[in-house]
């Protein structure tokens, strides 16, 4: 056996080479993710001529041609319109937006007392943002205080006649203060009353099952606006002769009632998903039917329609804006009614305004849709495979 | 030793109290439930009609036989102000389909592109379909009416000088004014033409489909389709002396005339509804698509079927399956939706009842005149798509 004669044995290891031009760096991402195939690239052309065309004007009106400060409409019309810009000028009014944005938050509200509601709004977020973040501990009396002492404390100090607190009406609330009171007391209130129309509607109880489906088919089944009218025009009737219903507090139950039949959909999913096994297992353990949901299938059921519920909370955000057709003054409501001042009206203040309210909007709708996506990703650990 | 513990038979089987039975505190929940439901009815019941009594308000569908007194904005049907309730009523109910059916052609339409817009690999695509998403899902319907409204169609600039669109189109601040097609005699025979390719498509496409799974040869049935339909009636248009001629907007010094016009209250509603109801729709669209297992496309490639037939043949068909039942709630959605229209002033069926029940007091007629409308809607809507739901569901062995 002789050893095999090698002509070349390489002793060290030649320096890796730099990939090739276009396969690095923005060429290659331009080249994979833009100009793929001669489709792609037409797209992508397209895309861009289009952002080109459409983005320069709406960020010169939105920010640059705008106008930022003034006291009036002047400063957002053109001469011709009586006011103090150039003919052909158009931009977003932010002046507007500026001038009325105490309005914009509390509507009506005295200004003297405005602090209440800003105590309210404090408290809220000093219990609300704990309650988000899940490593802080003490989630259950922060639960109480967030949604059983905040809720009462809040009705007291807003409405006030009590503690020497002046009493303002409810008439007088409004602005971004009545969307978050509307969609608080609608998320506190649909949150148990689904979960309890859920159950009935998988209940063994004929009668019970049949009362909670024709309820939740029924309110499901109808615009929120015929729900908001049916509360407005209809309680009044319901009631003993010369007993009333604060409207707000009208619009509230028309709210809960139909957020109440979503989320109860919402729930069914969760519990139709729970397998038999989970429920004879906690009957052999000999729990009784509250017990039961209580400790084993509501647990297990919420967690698993937490997307779904967050959708049900951001339609209902969205849904409070309605309350502006039954004439009451919400985020939306106020900033409508603003278009009509005498000291602001001008052919860019409506725009704008809109703008404004609808980036209200989006702010929480989004904020609510990105945290629901983490809570999904920090539940989901258990079922990872 | 075993313990025998077998119950004896007889009366002594009863072993706890009578009211730890399940099945009978099932019925005394239950009588409970419908007796406090009937306490309270009646009570309601008994409140209303104390009410009525009170605010002079005769009960029962009698008024809608009276003069309504009011005009609406655009109608499908013949309507002045002296015609009765009941034919507002129906007005709205036109209308109310009119904005749902044009909604959700035009909404679905843009919510497919955009579904597999955000699907594509092109990044700047998938981007711009993604802030379309997210921009127009969290933001309230009402609000885009609005914007629709009061932000852009209201500034559009007057009739005299109205922004003129192709196809002779012209838009200003009354609306959109589109040229009206005239019917002249004889134009009936062009749509009958139409209705005769519509059907003899139908039966060529089931003979292309025999025909291939007999032979595997399929005949060209896109070309044959597209020329029976569109050609036809071409056709028979010509053949019958051309007796379709269209009334065309003209841009007078003060005002249009001639042509058919839509008024802002439609069209912000329609195109608010529309870009609304498509975020959702794109959404599904992507949910669909990316629920098909990747799986399967890899063995239609394997199978050696071409990308454009992967995606015809395998994916989208499996994908439908997945799409169609929440795509049926969001059209539900939109209809519903439509009831937004009394914002901006557009006679749908809420906008209307809502002025009768302003004008004559009678609620509890309106409001139950718009569940059993509404109801209906929904549940036939609901019926229709289960039908084709079952129709394109996947058929098992």
């Known amino acids: 056996m002789s050893a095999q004669q090698a002509n070349f044995v390489r002793s060290e290891m030649i320096a890796p080479t730099t990939p090739p031009l276009l396969e690095k760096g923005w060429i290659a991402w331009f080249r994979k993710n833009l100009f793929a195939t001669p489709k792609d690239t037409v797209l992508s052309i397209v895309a861009l001529l289009l952002l080109a065309w459409f983005l320069p004007p709406v960020i010169r009106w939105l920010f640059i041609d705008a106008a930022w400060t003034g006291g009036g409409r002047g400063v957002c019309a053109t001469v011709a319109q009586g006011g103090s810009q150039p003919e052909g000028w158009s931009g977003a009014c932010w002046a507007f937006v500026g001038a009325k944005f105490d309005q914009f938050i509390y509507g009506r509200y005295p200004v003297d007392e405005r602090w209440r509601p800003m105590l309210v709004g404090i408290l809220f977020v000093l219990l609300l943002v ?42 007088l609330w409004g602005g971004l203060m009545v969307t978050l009171i509307l969609s608080f007391v609608g998320i506190v209130v649909s949150l148990p009353f689904g979960i309890i129309l859920a159950l009935g509607r998988r209940s063994k109880m004929p009668v019970i099952r049949m009362i909670c489906t024709i309820f939740i088919e029924i309110v499901r089944g109808i615009p929120l606006i015929t729900v908001l009218f049916m509360a407005s025009v209809m309680l009044p009737l319901f009631m003993p002769p010369g007993m009333t219903v604060d409207k707000f507090l009208r619009a509230l139950i028309g709210v809960s009632f139909f957020a109440s039949a979503y989320m109860a959909e919402v729930v069914r999913g969760g519990l139709q998903a729970i397998p038999k096994g989970q429920f004879e297992g906690a009957d052999s353990l000999g729990l009784g039917y509250w017990q039961k949901m209580r400790l084993i299938i509501l647990p297990q059921a919420l967690k698993l329609v937490i997307p779904g519920i967050v959708n049900t909370f951001i339609g209902m955000f969205k849904d409070t804006s309605l309350v502006s057709i039954i004439s009451m003054f919400d985020l939306l409501g106020i900033v409508r009614q603003n278009f009509s001042d005498a000291n602001w009206a001008s052919p860019v203040t409506p725009l704008t305004g809109l703008i404004f309210a609808g980036f209200t909007f989006w702010l929480f709708c989004f904020g609510m849709s990105r945290y629901s996506g983490f809570m999904e990703r920090r539940l989901d650990k258990g079922h990872k495979r | 030793m075993t313990v025998d513990v077998t119950i004896p038979p007889g009366k002594n089987r009863q072993t706890s109290s009578f009211l730890n039975d399940p099945k009978v505190r099932g019925y005394l929940y239950q009588a409970i439930t419908i007796l406090v439901l009937a306490i309270a009815v009646i009570w309601i019941t008994q409140n209303t009609i104390e009410n009525l009594k009170r605010a002079n308000i005769a009960s029962g569908y009698g008024f809608l036989s009276g003069r309504a007194g009011f005009d609406v904005g655009q109608s499908l049907i013949a309507y002045t102000s002296d015609s009765t309730y009941g034919r507002a009523l129906v007005v709205g109910f036109f209308n109310t389909l009119l904005v749902a059916v044009t909604g ?294």
């Open chain 2, 104 to 397: 959700i052609f035009t909404a679905t339409i843009i919510g497919f592109i955009v579904g597999i817009g955000r699907l594509s690999k092109n990044w700047l695509i998938a981007k711009l379909s993604m802030v379309y998403v997210e921009v127009f899902r969290n933001i309230p319907p009402l609000l885009v009416i609005f914007f629709w409204y009061s932000g852009v169609l209201a500034v559009l600039p007057l009739p005299r000088d109205s922004l003129a669109l192709p196809l002779d189109m012209y838009v200003n601040n009354r609306g959109l004014a589109f040229p009206r097609p005239v019917f002249d005699n004889g134009a009936q025979f062009t749509f009958y033409a139409f209705v005769l390719a519509v059907i003899a498509s139908i039966a060529f496409v089931r003979y292309a489909n025999k025909k291939q799974m007999e032979t595997g040869k399929r005949p060209p049935v896109l070309w044959v389709v597209l020329g029976m339909v569109i050609g036809l009636p071409l056709l028979t248009f010509l053949v019958t002396g051309m007796p379709i001629s269209f009334d065309v907007p003209i841009a007078g010094k003060f005002n249009l005339t001639g042509g058919s016009v839509v008024g802002p209250e439609f069209l912000s509603l329609f195109l608010a509804l529309s870009f609304y109801t498509a975020a959702f729709i794109a959404e599904i669209v992507r949910a669909g698509i990316r629920g098909v297992s990747h799986g399967q496309s890899e063995a239609a490639h394997a199978l050696g079927i071409r990308p454009g037939l992967t995606t015809r043949l395998v994916v989208v068909p499996q994908a439908m399956r997945i799409i169609i039942p929440p795509l049926t709630s969001q059209y539900l959605n939109l209809t519903k939706n439509s009831s937004l229209a009394i914002a901006v002033g557009y006679a749908d069926l809420v906008a209307v009842g809502g002025t009768i029940l302003n004008q004559t007091g009678q609620s509890v007629e309106v409001v139950s005149i718009w569940l059993v409308v509404y109801l209906t809607l929904s549940l036939s809507t609901s019926l229709f798509m289960n039908w084709f739901n079952a129709k394109m569901a996947l058929v098992e062995r």
């Open chain 1, 130 to 171: 704990p309650m988000l973040i899940p490593k802080i501990p003490y989630k259950g009396i922060n639960a109480v205080l967030l949604f059983g002492v905040l809720p009462v404390v809040s009705y007291f100090l807003l409405l006030g006649g009590v503690f020497g607190l002046e009493y303002v009406e409810t008439a």
